[in-house]
């Protein structure tokens, strides 16, 4: 979706300011705001990329004022009343009142060193061959969606060329809307500057995206 | 619940705010067994003690001293890091991506924060802050400046947008003047910068 988490190449938002030595976490309820997200997502019910989708759904105004541990808790809010976990009143009240959807499986303190070394491979066969190889020229589609999407907008309707075919992986677009993994071929696809932002672009910069199959056309 | 929530350290009203909205959120998963606080305590730990930018720092290193190594790094990333017991979320799929004396590499997510956990522990702040996400694609040599990085104008560019599962990891150019060094001095010289790309490995100390 052309929402708030789509800012390749947009303006105001100032300098960088990197911190010096800074620090894991800044306050004590990011570190539970990153161990809840990952112990509730633990739960399996539902998908990374429906995660991210509901982040990006935060309402633009709300998502710039946020920080990213911010933006994550608003999102987690919202996916645990989405599947049943949890009410509004229970979020209003800081107290479990019903008995609410019951959990695949619960993170237990014994696996988390396990779990997070295993991680969430997202890789997949895919039947059909590859349609593009290394060294071919695409031209990704133009497209605008309400749903999850990972083509950024700088990068629609522009022309490139296949740098690698990286494998088959889970179709975010589907997935984060519980409609399945129908996994695509991958490609990083490379992109001159000056297709992307004109005559103002770095002469001596390329920019690269990872981009599904159906992302892309011959060219 | 055995973690403490005490708040001794100084914050503003809205950080205040975020304590109280997360805390009361863990109260409820808790008291719906939705959530083990101890399984909150061990991740945080983890990314805290275990999981961070020195584990990428030894991947540098040693693909600076084995060109061997080196090339497994530049073939299949993932099996490379995971032979030095790297692995895990959010570095499932790892691609290596080799700085030259032509061409700078540069890693953003500008979609969210897609970060290699493995090797660099969590992305800091500005990282996933929408000034970074925004500027890296389109004035990489300014955001560049903003680190103390200036580089020739000749010098390529070439910005890595993570928007798939692949985390990439950027291997910074080994500084001149340390052939004898051993793995482990010259891993101290590869900073977290250097490995998104917004610095250069540290020259080596010279007294």
Same mark, same amino acid.
């Given at each position: 979706m052309n929402g708030p988490q789509d800012l390749g190449g947009q303006m105001g938002f100032g300098a960088v300011a990197p911190e010096r030595d800074e620090p894991v976490f800044h306050a004590e309820w990011e570190k539970r705001a990153l161990g809840v997200t990952l112990a509730a997502g633990a739960m399996g019910a539902w998908t990374i990329d429906e995660s991210r989708h $509901?982040?990006?759904?935060?309402?633009?105004?709300?998502? @710039?004022?946020?920080?990213?541990?911010?933006?994550?808790?608003?999102?987690?809010?919202?996916?645990?009343?989405?599947?049943?976990?949890?009410?509004?009143?229970?979020?209003?009240?800081?107290?479990?009142?019903?008995?609410?959807?019951?959990?695949?499986?619960?993170?237990? !303190?014994?696996?988390? !060193? $396990? *779990?997070?070394?295993?991680?969430?491979?997202?890789?997949?066969?895919?039947?059909?061959p590859a349609r593009f190889k290394a060294g071919d020229r695409v031209r990704t589609r133009?497209?605008?969606?309400?749903?999850?999407?990972?083509?950024?907008?700088?990068?629609?309707?522009?022309?490139? *060329?296949?740098?690698?075919?990286?494998?088959?992986?889970?179709?975010?677009?589907?997935? !984060?809307?519980?409609?399945?993994?129908?996994?695509?071929?991958v490609y990083t696809v490379v992109f001159e500057g000056h297709e992307i932002w004109g005559e103002t672009s770095d002469p001596a910069l390329t920019v690269s995206v990872d981009a599904w199959e159906s992302y892309l056309e011959p060219a | 619940?055995?973690?403490?929530?005490?708040?001794?350290?100084?914050?503003?009203?809205?950080?205040?705010?975020?304590?109280?909205?997360?805390?009361?959120?863990?109260?409820?998963?808790?008291?719906?067994?939705?959530?083990?606080?101890?399984?909150?305590?061990?991740?945080?730990?983890? @990314?805290?003690?275990?999981?961070?930018?020195?584990?990428?720092?030894?991947?540098?290193?040693?693909?600076?001293?084995?060109?061997?190594?080196?090339?497994?790094?530049?073939?299949?990333?993932?099996? $490379?890091?995971?032979?030095?017991?790297?692995?895990?979320?959010?570095?499932?799929?790892?691609?290596? *991506?080799?700085?030259?004396?032509?061409?700078?590499?540069?890693?953003?997510?500008?979609?969210?924060?897609?970060?290699?956990?493995?090797?660099?522990?969590?992305?800091?702040?500005?990282?996933?802050?929408?000034?970074?996400?925004s500027r890296a694609v389109i004035d990489p040599r300014g955001v560049l400046e903003e680190f103390d990085v200036d580089l020739p104008a000749q010098t390529k560019i070439r910005v890595w947008d993570s928007t798939a599962e692949l985390r990439y990891l950027v291997v910074p150019l080994r500084p001149k003047g340390t052939e004898g060094l051993s793995e482990e001095e010259l891993a101290a010289l590869v900073t977290r910068d250097s490995m998104i790309g917004t610095g250069l490995a540290l020259e080596p100390y010279q007294p």
């Open positions: $509901a982040r990006e759904c935060l309402h633009p105004a709300d998502y @710039y004022a946020s920080s990213y541990y911010e933006i994550w808790i608003k999102a987690l809010a919202v996916l645990l009343q989405r599947h049943g976990f949890v009410t509004a009143d229970e979020l209003a009240e800081g107290r479990a009142l019903v008995e609410g959807a019951r959990p695949k499986r619960t993170l237990k !303190a014994a696996d988390v !060193a $396990a *779990v997070l070394a295993k991680g969430a491979p997202c890789d997949r066969p895919v039947s059909a133009n497209f605008h969606t309400e749903d999850h999407t990972r083509l950024p907008r700088y990068a629609r309707g522009k022309l490139g *060329v296949i740098e690698a075919v990286r494998g088959g992986f889970v179709f975010p677009d589907t997935n !984060a809307h519980g409609k399945g993994e129908n996994p695509q071929w | 619940m055995p973690h403490a929530h005490d708040h001794d350290h100084d914050h503003d009203n809205d950080l205040d705010h975020m304590a109280a909205r997360v805390r009361a959120l863990e109260i409820i998963l808790t008291q719906k067994g939705l959530v083990e606080p101890a399984a909150i305590d061990a991740i945080v730990d983890t @990314y805290e003690t275990k999981v961070g930018p020195r584990n990428g720092a030894k991947v540098v290193a040693r693909a600076w001293c084995d060109p061997d190594y080196s090339n497994w790094l530049k073939q299949d990333a993932t099996a $490379a890091i995971a032979s030095l017991g790297f692995t895990g979320r959010q570095g499932e799929h790892m691609q290596a *991506v080799f700085n030259t004396e032509d061409t700078h590499n540069l890693v953003v997510c500008t979609l969210c924060s897609c970060y290699p956990w493995s090797v660099l522990g969590l992305p800091p702040v500005w990282y996933k802050a929408p000034a970074y996400r």
